[in-house]
């Protein structure tokens, strides 16, 4: 397989990174198609925006990058901590407990062979296609 690597990123989602990768665990290594259709039956609420990544990553495989669709696979998928929101709650007796809105970074690469070039075609000069030299008229 040719080293064609395509990367795509999804910065600062608003979910846990244990519970994205818990679900970025479930399709890393496997093609394209089928990191799809894994992550489609997946019932958890990570599982939408890390087919929205894959499903990005391969069209822009496609179509910027000009890889066949068919033999794409997932290299590499990797979720980081992002940025914590602290914020507050309020508790008995004036006083408040603090809790982190965490964030999550996806990382995904994926890799794939090149389409075949266009050849052009070329039409093949007949007898009657040719051209023929005209006729002198007096």
């Known amino acids: 397989m040719a080293d064609n690597i395509v990367k795509a990123s999804v910065r600062e989602l608003q979910m846990t990174p244990r519970k994205v990768s818990l679900v970025a665990s479930l399709v890393r290594g496997r093609s ?29 495989a496609v179509n910027n990058h000009g890889l066949k669709a068919d033999g ?15 914020r507050f709650r309020p508790v008995s007796r004036g006083r408040a ?3 982190m809105k965490r964030t999550s970074h996806i990382f995904v690469e994926i890799s794939g062979d090149l389409k075949p070039a266009k050849k052009p075609t070329v039409k093949a000069e007949t007898a009657e296609t040719a051209t023929k030299p005209k006729k002198e008229t007096k």
């Open 32 to 60: 394209v198609e089928d990191a799809l259709v894994i992550l489609q039956n997946t019932p958890r609420r990570a599982a939408k925006p890390v087919a929205k990544l894959i499903a990005s990553a391969r069209a822009n």
């Open 72 to 86: 794409l696979v997932i290299n590499a998928i990797s979720v980081t901590s992002g940025a914590r929101f602290k």
């Open 97 to 99: 407990h603090p809790f």
